[in-house]
């Protein structure tokens, strides 16, 4: 998943025993100043992955994103206006679920014609876009004679991996943002979900 944007890509490299990331691989190091080529491939700089991805292009997704701003900056502008370019995706479908993927969009807009989810019945704590989301997952797994997920079940098994990955990224991203550079003693804190 990448965003395709203007923002910079992170880059991780090692020098001095250690993880330095940047946005770009500097001629000398952060730390001792020396000269940053190395001749072990262990030490070549890689992009971390970007967890976010442009929502208008995710099919069978769960997005998530900030009612204000985006997941790398608040801007302060209202709601919406920041738009889906820059979600957190949560796959529901598996690659292989051709006959599934093929049938969403039409089970979608079934699903939404149904009095329930009139948007005058919108509540901001009950009936929201979250609670809609679920029990439309829920009602294609009981299509597909599936077991369905509460709420808890649902955050635990598909959200917080996803939320737990981007944490880490917009941390390690402000940090470099902050300070031009950021040093790990450890592995890579950015991880993929499992």
């Known amino acids: 998943m990448h965003f395709a944007g203007s923002r910079k890509p ?11 990331y940047s946005f770009s691989v500097p001629q000398c190091c952060p730390l001792c100043q020396g000269d940053v080529g190395s001749t072990r491939i262990e030490d070549a700089p890689i992009s971390i992955s970007d ?22 900056r608040y801007n302060g502008v209202q709601r919406d206006e920041a738009g889906w370019e820059q979600s957190l995706s949560v796959p529901l ?7 599934l993927m093929d049938q969403w969009d039409a089970y979608l807009e079934d ?6 989810w009139l948007p005058r019945r919108y509540e901001e704590d009950h009936h929201n876009c979250s609670s809609f989301a679920l029990a439309f997952i829920n009602c294609v797994l009981a299509m597909e004679g599936k077991e369905q997920l509460d709420k808890r079940a649902f955050t635990e098994k598909y959200v917080i991996p996803r939320t737990r990955l981007a944490s880490k990224y917009i941390t390690l991203y402000r940090a470099v943002q902050e300070r031009g550079f950021h040093v790990a003693d450890h592995p890579d804190p950015v991880t993929s979900p499992s």
């Open 10 to 20: 992170l880059i991780k490299f090692r020098h001095c025993e250690r993880s330095i």
């Open 51 to 72: 967890p976010f991805s442009n929502g208008h292009q995710e099919k069978c997704a769960f997005l998530l994103k900030p009612t204000r701003g985006t997941f790398l």
């Open 93 to 99: 479908v598996q690659p292989s679920m051709f006959g």
């Open 111 to 116: 699903f939404s014609t149904s009095p329930a």
